[in-house]
Structures are given as C-alpha cells and as structure tokens.
C-alpha cells in the first residue's frame, strides 16, 4: 500500500481517484490564494482567514496533509477539534452549535449512524423531523469529516446500502433496485433491548414522492469522506460498488428522452412539496452531475463497472454542454430570448425549445444585472422557469458544472442583487416566490409554502455551507463572510431554524422547526471551511480539462 500525492493509497483500480483527482485538487488549493491577490473588494480580514494555514494538525495547509488520523480528536463528545485547533478564538456561538449537533446524534446499537431533522420539543407536531434524512445528513457529515471524525460518516454510508437492498413498494408498485431512502428511524426496544432501522423511500413522505437526491448526496458523500480520510476501502468494497452502480442504472437508463438531462417529478429534492420543480430542475441537474463525476473517480474499471464508466463519461459530456448552453442565462441571453422568433421548426432552430417571449416574467427585467448571470431553475418544451434556485446553482460552481466564467457571473448575480437573495438571513431557497393566482396553480394552493415562506422564496440558513464552498472555489470568500456575519447575529439567539420568511428573510419561519439540524451543522461547516480552505477539497471538484469546453452560447444557439 502506498500513499499517493493527496495521502490516497494507490490502486490500479482507481488510477482516476489517486491520480487525477489528487491532481486537481492540489491546484485547487491554491486558487484561493491567487484569486485573492486579484480581488478589489477583499478586506485583510477575509485575506488571513483564507491563507491561514499554520499552526493546523493537518501540516501546512496541503491537500499533502489531508489524511489525519485524528487520533484523540475523533471522540464524539467535547470540544471541536477545528477550534481547538486554531490559534484564534472561535465565536462564542460555535460551541453551542457543536453542543446541538452532537445533541442531535443518532446510535444505533450504540454506534452513531447519523443526526435527526430537529431537535424541536417545544414542537407540537414532530412529523418526520426525528428522523434521519439522507440529505440533511450531508452537511452534519461535511462538520464531522472537517472536525477529523469519520466513524459516523462510515457507518452511515455502510447502513445505508443495506436500506437500498430492501424491496421498495407503494402500494403494489415496486420502487427501482437503487432507490435511497430519504430518510431513517432508529426504533430502540428497550425491554427487547433491541435497534431496528426503519426507511422512508417516498411511500410514507408527504405526497409520496421518491427523492432522487439522496443517492447522488449518497455518491457525493461516499467521495467526501474517501478525499477527507485517504481510506479507499470503503469506496471500494464490493457493497459501496454495487450501490453505485445501482444508483447510476436508475439514472443512466435509455428511454424517450431527447435531452441529457434527468426527468423528474415534483418534489423529488430538497425542495419535497409542490412548487413547479417537476420536468428538469436545476437542483437534480447539478448533482446528478455532480455525482456522475464523483461516481466515475470511485468506480473499478473492472468487469461490472467499465461499462458504466463509458456511460457516465459519454452522459457527463452531453450534460454540461446541454446545461451550459440552454440552463444559463445572462443579460445577454435575456435579450436573445426577448427577441426570439417562434415555431421554428428544423434542426436550424435558433429558438429551439420554441420559448414565447411572452412567458418571460417582468420581474426578470429588472433583477438581471448586466454583469452576472445564473442557471434557470428548469427548461423544457415551451417552459423556461427563470427562477432562481440556490443549491442547484451552488453545486454547479462546486461540481464546475458551471465554467469559471459562469461560476464568476453566478457570485456576482449574488453581488449585486445581495438584498433580493441573502437580505438578512442567507440565503433565499429561490427567488422570487409565486404569488395569487399562480400560487394556486403552481403549488396546488399550499399553505405552508405561501409567498415568501418555507420552499416558495423562505431563507434557508443550512445552505450558507454551500454558499462559503462556492465563494472559496471562485475566490470571493468575502461573500461568505459578510453572510456568515449576518447569519452570527440571529441564528443562536432564534434557536437555529429551519427556515426563515419575509423578502428579506427577517421573520423566523411560520411553521420553522427549532434546533434544525443542518441549519447547525451549515453554520458550522462554513465556518470551517472559511478557517481552512484546505478543506474545499472534499466537497469541490476541479474542472475536468477532458470535458468540452462549453461553446460560446451563441454559437450553441446557431449550429
Ligand atoms: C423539509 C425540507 C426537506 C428536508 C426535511 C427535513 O421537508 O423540505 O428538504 O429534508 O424538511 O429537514
């Protein structure tokens, strides 16, 4: 066994994870650094917090030092390594969120497995909040990888596989082999002193919907935690394999599909309700991407898995250049699509989703800047949905599902319209909400997401994790920094909610849980990753030279 440039054991099964991967990352570490000498508006604060390096147990600040075996710090109780580790003080509301995510923990048969929705007791109704979701569980496992404790993240990866291999039914409909749950329960006997686990794959969920986030943040995951440890083993037993490939069949099957992209139905994501998000949203898009990417740098060239490693690598090349062509939208675009023509038909079509003009909303007019721009939250025939969705545009600049120069635009769309998407709480689910008339449509008349609440325009403070990873990634942690202070000033004082309401994001959620759990463990994520971008590595990945680099949209929209 030998370890290679990033602290990865070399195996020639995994030349693309030990060699490529390791590759890009070292260059990604000094990314920050260089962009931020080019930054205008970078203040020295923000300038020592992102080239602080010394005195951290991970050695100098490489991808060279990631590998720690941590030792002492893995304990589950106590204080954070992270700060404890760091030389400066921590703020006074990080050792209260460490506190409440370890509060928060799971065990099953005395190992812990994962962390509950939310805490809430004050709470009348617990729904399914004191389970476990597989999504939610993300940012908690990016806090205890960055803290150097990976036992949980395993065990949660390993258990996790065993619920996919259980026969999935709603009603007499039998669910697809690779399906993930959305979320567990641990059920503890305490006479029988027994732990069961039981999974919820859609046919108890509110409205009966199978995620088809969980098992990319399940690949997504699986690659987080081999990057942060160095322990290959995991990703390459025979289970974790199967359960890739599984999830990857689902999503990689042929079928009447005219578009590399995932066709989903409403409420299949983060976003689990009615609100206009079936066909192709932006959200699935990204980490299907993001997991194709992830999936190809984990799977054996070997007899079961190289077919699916040409599939992936052919779908991944159609995916991007789809997505960064129609899914992008700048002042530019804007235009074009403004003065399209119609009912076009042929393979010269300019207009060639035949978008009417007409369906453009006013407000769109108004909020793009003319330097900036951001993925739509879904194209398909006649419909564009030109609302913006956070997490799919975060995970496209984490993933480089979006070129540099989108992932530029992207944060500076977050620049110049700061009120509209961060306000007073980061960060704006989507924007803007539905409202009237179109509220009843879109969301079936739904109370709990009514304008500017909950998933219809609601402030959801877990995703300023991904908000800091994608400042760090494109050199701007500053806009981190000025969320994370805004976020500092209310969350511990509000009892960490789940969501926040308003235009501005300035009242607590009408129906948000307190002591939400990934609301806690986004803070905290973004706060390590802001001490130590060294830890960027896990969560972002380098663009692939390999893959086509997008052409102009211009000449996309002609040939
Ligand atoms: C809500 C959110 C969903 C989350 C769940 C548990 O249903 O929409 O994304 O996983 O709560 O927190």
Redesign the pocket.
Known sequence: MELGAGGMRRSASHTSLSESDDFDLSRLLNKPRINVERQRSFDDRSLSDVSYSGGHARGGGGFDGMYSPGGGLRSLVGTPASSALHSFEPHPIVGDAWEALRRSLVFFRGQPLGTI??YDHASEEVL??D?V?V??FVPSAMAFLMNGEPEIVKNFLLKTVLLQGWEKKVDRFKLGEGAMP??FKVLHDDKKGTDTLHADFGESA?GRVAPVDSGFWWIILLRAYTKSTGDLTLAEKPECQKAMRLILSLCLSEGFDTFPTLLCADGC?????RMGVYGYPIEIQSLFFMALRCALLMLKHDAEGKDFVERIATRLHALSYHMRSYFWLDFQQLNDIYRYKTEEYSHTAVNKFNVIPDSIPDWLFDFMPCQGGFFVGNVSPARMDFRWFALGNMIAIVSSLATPEQSMAIMDLIEERWEELIGEMPLKICYPAIENHEWRIVTGCDPKNTRWS??NGGSWPVLLWLLTAASIKTGRPQIARRAIDLAERRLLKDGWP?YYDGKLGKYVGKQA?KF???SIAGYLVAKMLLEDPSHLGMIALEEDKAMKPVLRRSASWTN
Do not use: L, P, V
Request: include cysteine; charged fraction near 25%.
């Open positions: 929705a939310a399914n909040y389970q979701f999504r939610d959305a979320s509110i994501c983060m976003i689990d309700r909950y998933h789940e849980r939400q759990t990934w």
